[in-house]
């Protein structure tokens, strides 16, 4: 369809998933309260990680389609009667086994099994063991075909790079603390994360009520649900900040409904969620200075008008103060600050960004050097799933790099000649006793902000 590699065709499928979950979470929500499903939908986008990986290359905003679409399947199958769509959650854990991996299909089992979990006790005992029972054994059967597939392509020394990569690695006890993804909701998560904890704080009171509250219920299962997401991933020490977006949208609508219907310590929390959304465009403005100030001596500034961009910002500034006054205050603060945050996002943050972790042009350089003489890529201690993700994303043309880790730099002596060889420059000690130890680099240049180092072995 785009007959080669581009940024529509690398982000599509991200933004497809992104308006899926939308989509999907204002279905969910509607037939209970259309201000609780579009303040929902607000939120779930005023989250500023949410916002910046929906238009980037990102697996797990798929898999919180798949999570959302779970939960879908499953509460309109309870209130349809339709046992079709419950059981319809079974091809999804394939599906995010297809897509992440292990983790993909165990977050999604994990998102039904808790849905069923806060069910009536009647039937919740059982759901969750059939539930879990079928994960587990679809989780046993996905993991022996990828093995094979492993093995088939690579070999054994492929299927355990493969095992590293996917369940190894994730465990090592090297990495992050287990708070780290609590710390990363007070910024990069916020205000989500922080107004559905205090919402759930507030309701605890009320949670016997559920079983004659349908809201309530409904409300129970997202916070149930994210909090799983939550302190789940928690626990492997290897973590990332974009790990826990499916759990985006199910505190969103948490945090919807408390700030709709706050009653004691919650209206203040409201009333400075109001505050915070009426004042955010003019926070952009002080952001853009700040940003201009601290990128122009870079070279990261991009080109833009600063008078047209302040302008936009006053005029939607002006907008909020007009909502103030207006029936569904917080629906319209949430959107106007949302096309606030959107506009400093598109037109500063992103590119600014797209110079400062720009990828392209090392690539050119470096295919231009192997245009002059051929020969195969060779990464040295690089990860496939992240060097050679955003080196490929820059060719016109299919391309099967070499591997070699810091245990196999033997395998450099029986590397085809000539072969490019690039090795962070952190990392160039690993290179006393090999091939290319006393050859001067042929290219220096940054790949994601990341300094790298080419070298032509002949």
Same mark, same amino acid.
């Given at each position: 369809?785009?007959?080669?590699?581009?940024?529509?065709?690398?982000?599509?499928?991200?933004?497809?998933?992104?308006?899926?979950?939308?989509?999907?979470?204002?279905?969910?929500?509607?037939?209970?309260?259309?201000?609780?499903?579009?303040?929902?939908?607000?939120?779930?986008?005023?989250?500023?990680?949410?916002?910046?990986?929906?238009?980037?290359?990102?697996?797990?905003?798929?898999?919180?389609?798949?999570?959302?679409?779970?939960?879908?399947?499953?509460?309109?199958?309870?209130?349809?009667?339709?046992?079709?769509?419950?059981?319809?959650?079974?091809?999804?854990?394939?599906?995010?086994?297809?897509?992440?991996?292990?983790?993909?299909?165990?977050?999604?089992?994990?998102?039904?099994?808790?849905?069923?979990?806060?069910?009536?006790?009647?039937?919740?005992?059982?759901?969750?063991?059939?539930?879990?029972?079928?994960?587990?054994?679809?989780?046993?059967?996905?993991w022996w075909l990828l093995m094979k597939?492993?093995?088939?392509?690579?070999?054994?020394?492929?299927?355990?790079?493969?095992?590293?990569?996917?369940?190894?690695?994730?465990?090592?006890?090297?990495?992050?603390?287990?708070?780290?993804?609590?710390?990363?909701?007070?910024?990069?998560?916020?205000?989500?994360?922080?107004?559905?904890?205090?919402?759930?704080?507030?309701?605890?009171?009320?949670?016997?009520?559920?079983?004659?509250?349908?809201?309530?219920?409904?409300?129970?299962?997202?916070?149930?649900?994210?909090?799983?997401?939550?302190?789940?991933?928690?626990?492997?020490?290897?973590?990332?900040?974009?790990?826990?977006?499916?759990?985006?949208?199910?505190?969103?609508?948490?945090?919807?409904?408390? +700030?709709? *219907?706050?009653?004691?310590? %919650?209206?203040?929390? #409201?009333?400075?969620? !109001?505050? /915070?959304? $009426?004042?955010?465009?003019?926070?952009?403005?002080?952001?853009?200075?700040?940003?201009?100030?601290a990128w122009h001596k870079q070279g990261?500034?991009?080109?833009?008008?600063?008078?047209?961009?302040?302008?936009?910002?006053?005029?939607?500034?002006?907008?909020?103060?007009?909502?103030?006054?207006?029936?569904?205050?917080?629906?319209?603060?949430?959107?106007?600050?949302?096309?606030?945050?959107?506009?400093?996002?598109?037109?500063?943050?992103?590119?600014?960004?797209?110079?400062?972790?720009?990828?392209?042009?090392?690539?050119?350089?470096?295919?231009?050097?192997?245009?002059?003489?051929?020969?195969?890529?060779?990464?040295?201690?690089?990860?496939?799933?992240?060097?050679?993700?955003?080196?490929?994303?820059? +060719?016109? *043309?299919?391309?099967?790099? %070499?591997?070699?880790? #810091?245990?196999?730099? !033997?395998? /450099?002596? $029986?590397?085809?000649?000539?072969?490019?060889?690039?090795?962070?420059?952190?990392?160039?000690?690993?290179?006393?006793?090999?091939?290319?130890?006393?050859?001067?680099?042929?290219?220096?240049?940054?790949?994601?902000?990341?300094?790298?180092?080419?070298?032509?072995?002949?």
């Amino acid at each position: 369809m785009f007959d080669a590699p581009n940024h529509l065709a690398n982000v599509l499928p991200t933004a497809l998933a992104s308006a899926g979950v939308i989509a999907l979470m204002y279905r969910l929500l509607a037939p209970y309260s259309r201000a609780w499903s579009l303040l929902t939908v607000l939120l779930t986008l005023l989250t500023a990680q949410l916002l910046e990986k929906s238009r980037s290359v990102c697996l797990d905003q798929m898999v919180a389609l798949l999570c959302v679409g779970s939960f879908y399947l499953l509460h309109t199958g309870e209130r349809l009667g339709s046992r079709l769509r419950q059981l319809a959650v079974f091809p999804l854990f394939i599906l995010g086994f297809a897509i992440r991996g292990p983790l993909g299909l165990i977050e999604v089992c994990a998102v039904v099994c808790v849905y069923w979990a806060l069910s009536k006790p009647g039937e919740r005992v059982r759901q969750v063991l059939i539930h879990g029972i079928v994960g587990l054994v679809l989780l046993a059967a996905c993991w022996w075909l990828l093995m094979k597939l492993a093995r088939f392509s690579g070999g054994d020394a492929f299927a355990d790079e493969v095992f590293k990569m996917q369940v190894g690695g994730r465990l090592d006890e090297s990495g992050e603390p287990f708070y780290f993804y609590f710390q990363l909701s007070l910024y990069r998560y916020f205000p989500v994360v922080p107004l559905a904890f205090a919402t759930l704080f507030a309701l605890r009171h009320r949670w016997p009520e559920r079983w004659a509250n349908e809201h309530l219920q409904l409300l129970v299962r997202f916070g149930g649900c994210g909090l799983m997401i939550l302190l789940g991933l928690s626990v492997p020490h290897f973590k990332r900040a974009y790990y826990i977006l499916p759990m985006v949208p199910m505190f969103a609508a948490v945090a919807a409904y408390g +700030l709709l *219907h706050a009653q004691g310590w %919650l209206v203040g929390v #409201r009333r400075c969620y !109001e505050w /915070l959304v $009426a004042a955010l465009p003019a926070l952009c403005v002080v952001v853009l200075f700040v940003c201009r100030h601290a990128w122009h001596k870079q070279g990261y500034w991009p080109e833009i008008s600063l008078p047209l961009m302040i302008g936009v910002l006053v005029v939607l500034q002006a907008a909020a103060l007009i909502a103030w006054q207006r029936a569904w205050r917080l629906v319209w603060l949430s959107l106007i600050a949302l096309v606030a945050q959107w506009l400093l996002l598109v037109t500063v943050i992103e590119p600014a960004k797209d110079l400062q972790f720009d990828t392209r042009r090392f690539v050119s350089q470096v295919e231009a050097l192997r245009q002059a003489q051929p020969g195969p890529l060779v990464f040295v201690d690089l990860a496939r799933d992240t060097w050679a993700v955003r080196y490929m994303m820059n +060719l016109d *043309h299919d391309e099967q790099p %070499l591997f070699v880790g #810091r245990h196999e730099l !033997e395998k /450099l002596a $029986a590397l085809p000649r000539p072969s490019w060889v690039i090795v962070s420059r952190k990392e160039t000690a690993l290179l006393k006793g090999a091939p290319v130890e006393h050859l001067a680099p042929s290219y220096q240049g940054r790949l994601n902000d990341n300094p790298l180092m080419v070298f032509l072995l002949k």
